[in-house]
């Protein structure tokens, strides 16, 4: 059983930044790919970012290509997202989720997903 608990949400102006943070309880956190997705009231979760397990591999939605970076410390079983220049329309819930394996976009092939954080940027 993965446990998963994301912080570093909050409200923030337009053109600001956020890095939001995820830990993980398991103990072999190393062999998960892990993945920020979000959800904006009345919106599908929609997919953010995923890292493979060494973090050798990462990849963006378009949305957020260039404003948004993934990150994970194995060490500290954290996974972490900086996320830049932020738009209104980042505004949702996000969620951090772990699969075994490789990475995928496809919110259902994730295993594991935390409680989310709210963030809010106002224009």
């Known amino acids: 059983q993965v446990q998963l608990v994301e912080s570093g949400g909050g409200l923030v102006q337009a053109g600001g930044s956020l890095r939001l943070s995820c830990a993980a309880s398991?103990?072999?956190?190393?062999?998960?790919?892990m993945g920020w997705f979000r959800q904006a009231p009345g919106k599908e979760r929609e997919f953010v970012a995923t890292?493979?397990?060494?973090?050798?591999?990462?990849t963006y939605a378009d949305s957020v290509k260039g404003r948004f970076t993934i990150s994970r410390d194995n060490a500290a079983n954290m996974v972490y997202m900086q996320m830049n220049s932020l738009k209104p329309e980042d505004t949702a819930v996000y969620y951090c989720?772990?699969?075994?394996?490789?990475?995928?976009?496809?919110?259902?092939?994730?295993?594991?997903w935390g409680q989310g954080t709210q963030v809010t940027v106002s224009s």
């Open positions: 398991v103990r072999t956190f190393s062999m998960y790919a």
């Open positions: 890292i493979s397990w060494g973090g050798g591999s990462t």
């Open positions: 989720s772990a699969r075994r394996g490789g990475t995928t976009t496809r919110p259902e092939e994730y295993d594991y």
